[in-house]
């Protein structure tokens, strides 16, 4: 018997797989899911022209037919999944159609139970764009500015680590958030994806005190929702330093991660030219080119970096400030300050 559940009533217990096409499940996805796709995308073309061109009967039939022949490499897959998780298979498409229906139906049937998750992507993106705001008003920000470089991703790693809740917009965006911030990331996320992780970060916490870092509301190709970025200003804000030296090895740390981070470095140094003379512009792709890239960051964050933050740091009273030598000992000193000052304990 197949057995439907909303995915709020799924996802604290479940492991959810995306029986939709490799490319819709890149673009949009319930986030961790994994993708047991059963076309493929040339595939899933196949089948919507026949639907279209001819009738949904003719579009089932050779759903079927390819469908079929992947069904033992199916069965290996979740049973792989039975055996190293303890939690509940739920299986979702686009709208909790056919191919969720079909895939969770037949396993069920031979007692690999699979729960269908009711609607689809379609109504769980319904639920994130609802209940968004709902734990937006839940919560109280804590939230860590500083010049490039000063580490407030490393402490806001080190915060999570140490057990505190955070909202990490740059890795939820997968981009670091300034004009270079892509460099050695990849691809970036979705809006659909980024604010899908947004939820999963929000929906985690515990209590209603949150770390997040200062950021403008476009974080790469993501936009931060208008109305997390508008509480975000009456929060606790936290201002954190650090010398020089300790920033350019931040920024080492970062941004030489791959192979092409020459490269990728090069191209995107030409994005500062509303910024940055031609000469500067050359400058630095030479000591890009010369693998300094420590002259490179220095001379980023002292003419560029640094005076266009400072003009919005101005805008904040800050509860603490800190310098940052080591992250893991900042972290702990904000943690410290958090129980004293903040919840009086």
């Known amino acids: 018997m197949l057995i439907t559940r909303s995915y709020e009533k799924l996802k604290k217990h479940s492991l959810f797989i995306d029986v939709r096409s490799p490319k819709e499940h890149k673009d949009e996805r319930i986030i961790d899911s994994i993708?047991?796709?059963l076309?493929?995308?040339?595939e899933r073309a196949i089948v919507g022209t026949?639907?279209?061109q001819k009738s949904s009967t003719e579009a089932r039939r050779l759903g079927v037919e390819i469908v079929s022949k992947k069904l033992p490499d199916f069965f290996e897959q979740i049973n792989e999944l039975l055996s190293t998780s303890e939690k509940q298979i739920a299986a979702y498409c686009a709208r909790g159609g056919y191919r969720s229906t079909f895939f969770a139906s037949a396993f069920s049937s031979i007692g690999m139970n699979i729960i269908k998750v009711?609607?689809?992507?379609?109504?769980?993106r319904k639920y994130i764009y609802e209940n968004l705001p709902n734990l937006n008003e839940k919560m109280n920000y804590i939230v860590i500015h500083g010049n490039t470089g000063v580490g407030k991703t490393e402490i806001l790693k080190e915060l999570e680590k140490q057990g505190e809740k955070i909202l990490d917009f740059e890795g939820a965006a997968n981009h670091r958030g300034s004009l270079l911030g892509g460099i050695g990331l990849g691809e970036q996320s979705t809006q659909k994806n980024f604010e899908s992780k947004v939820f999963n970060y929000m929906d985690n916490a515990l209590d209603d005190y949150i770390?997040?870092?200062a950021e403008s509301r476009r974080v790469g190709k993501a936009a931060i929702p208008k109305f997390i970025h508008e509480k975000m200003k009456f929060g606790i804000h936290i201002y954190v330093d650090a010398d020089i030296e300790k920033r350019i090895e931040v920024l080492r740390e970062d941004y030489i991660q791959n192979e092409h981070w020459k490269e990728e470095s090069i191209n995107s140094i030409d994005r500062l030219k509303k910024y940055v003379s031609k000469e500067k512009i050359k400058s630095l792709k030479d000591k890009v080119s010369e693998n300094d890239f420590d002259f490179v960051a220095k001379e980023l964050m002292i003419n560029y970096y640094d005076s266009m933050y400072q003009n919005k740091s101005k805008e904040y009273e800050y509860h603490l400030k800190l310098k940052n030598i080591d992250s893991s000992k900042t972290a702990e000193e904000i943690i410290n300050w958090k129980n004293n000052i903040i919840l009086g304990k």
């Open 35 to 37: 993708n047991i796709p």
């Open 211 to 213: 770390f997040v870092e």
């Open 39 to 42: 076309f493929t995308d040339k």
């Open 118 to 124: 009711d609607g689809g992507y379609k109504k769980y």
């Open 50 to 52: 026949a639907y279209k």
